[in-house]
Nanobody, 113 residues
Framework: LVRLVESGGGSVRAGGSLRLSCAASGATDTLSCMSWWRETLGKEREGVAS???????TYIDSVKGRFTISQDRAKNTFWLQIDNLKLEDSALYYC???????WGQGTQVTVAS
């Protein structure tokens, strides 16, 4: 089993930045791919970024150039750097393995104008 705990969310003004963290514990050697997802009321949860063990990353188009996913596998920690925040980035952000087996509890990001 794997436990994921997110932190770093908060309220920021549009144009600001946040760095979300995800601490993994347990059977972390099973985490070949990690991802960040977000969910807003009335919308489906969407995956925004992923990172593989070898460092390969993927992003959805709407966050390219503003979001950066990174990892420190030795510390079992994953991050999502969010720059130039937009109002539409407001959501509950989750870290998860890429296959949906393990999820954190989420951290809220609220962007104000």
């Amino acid at each position: 089993l794997v436990r994921l705990v997110e932190s770093g969310g908060g309220s920021v003004r549009a144009g600001g930045s946040l760095r979300l963290s995800c601490a993994a514990s347990g059977a972390t050697d099973t985490l070949s791919c990690m991802s960040w997802w977000r969910e807003t009321l009335g919308k489906e949860r969407e995956g925004v970024a992923s990172i593989y063990t070898n460092g390969y990353t993927t992003y959805i188009d709407s966050v390219k150039g503003r979001f950066t996913i990174s990892q420190d596998r030795a510390k079992n920690t994953f991050w999502l750097q969010i720059d130039n925040l937009k109002l539409e980035d407001s959501a509950l952000y989750y870290c998860a393995d890429c296959y949906g087996n393990y999820w954190g509890q989420g951290t809220q990001v609220t962007v104000a104008s």
